[in-house]
């Protein structure tokens, strides 16, 4: 099991600490008290500095990357062991682009643009769209408004709450990946380098794994971090400007672009799951407009 990042705030990944303070871990952690890293296989810190810490990611190869957060138990005498038991909270990983590139290839889906996260179905296929939107927007196309529904404020929260919930209900057990319709690189050197990298921690990813990369590789939201997922949505669709990002759910052929201009757009060769989509959008608008 590898350490992929630490969090805010941090704890080791295991380990027991005695009655004089002294901790054995099999992990590494940092000290809020110290701001130092401490060797996994040393003696860790005394009591003072262990409490501060809460939570760090690791990458199991057979359920991906977690949290793991460690709690006391309580002490019974200056002699006796404390345990720090684990409390397990799934956390985002990161996909190579050559896997994104032969995933995407295996649903008849090809990169528009080279090295990016854009990608669209072969000539061959026959691709059902329909779109989410806030504001009226005269740049749309006509043949493409036909297709689009007018989500009620407030847009974002309402958009990204929306794409989760047709993720979990249509799209049931398979991951999400979200990634730059342009590249990594740019996204956090350029385009959105002011807020993207905090939204990308918050998420659980360390935006310094990203960085420079000229390419897209995408970041996996299990269907157990959907609560991870959404408030990135709300923070890509608040704070792009000129720059689109990419969803997709490897084993299915659909994508949806997140959109600058504050709108939603899904693509995909099965026409029924395009039909929930908008069967979705019609409901959600009801319920929005219900409320008012």
């Known amino acids: 099991m590898q350490v992929l990042g630490i969090g805010p705030k941090h704890v080791m990944t295991g380990g027991v600490r005695d009655g004089r303070g002294q901790l054995q871990s099999n992990g590494i952690a940092k000290s809020r008290a110290t701001n130092s890293w401490h060797d996994a296989n040393a003696p860790f810190a005394r009591c003072r500095r262990v409490v501060a810490c809460d939570f760090a990611i690791h990458d199991d190869p057979e359920r991906g990357s977690f949290i793991s957060r460690y709690l006391p138990t309580v002490c019974n005498g200056a002699d006796s062991i404390r345990q720090f038991i684990p409390e397990i909270h799934y956390v985002p990983r990161i996909i190579e682009y050559d896997d994104v590139l032969s995933r995407m290839l295996a649903q008849r889906m090809r990169c528009q643009y080279f090295n990016s996260g854009a990608f669209g ?128 759910f490897p084993g299915r052929p659909v994508t949806c672009t997140v959109h600058h201009h504050k709108q939603l757009w899904w693509m995909s060769s099965e026409a029924e799951f395009i039909a929930k989509i908008e069967r979705m959008g019609n409901r959600d608008i009801s319920i929005q407009l219900d409320k008012t």
């Open 121 to 248: 179905f072969d000539p061959d296929v026959t691709m059902h769209f329909a779109g989410w939107i806030g504001a009226d927007d005269p740049t749309i196309r006509p043949a493409a408004l036909e297709r689009a529904q007018k989500i009620p404020p407030p847009i974002e929260p309402n958009l990204a709450r929306m794409a989760t919930s047709a993720w979990q209900e249509f799209l049931p057990g398979i991951p999400a990946w979200i990634m730059p319709k342009s590249s990594w690189a740019y996204e956090l050197d350029f385009g959105s380098k002011a807020w993207l990298p905090g939204a990308l921690n918050l998420a659980g990813i360390d935006s310094r794994l990203l960085e420079g990369r000229t390419n897209a590789p995408a970041i996996e939201f299990s269907p157990e971090e959907a609560g991870l997922l959404t408030p990135l949505l709300q923070t890509l669709l608040q704070n792009l400007f000129g720059s689109d990002f990419a969803l997709a």
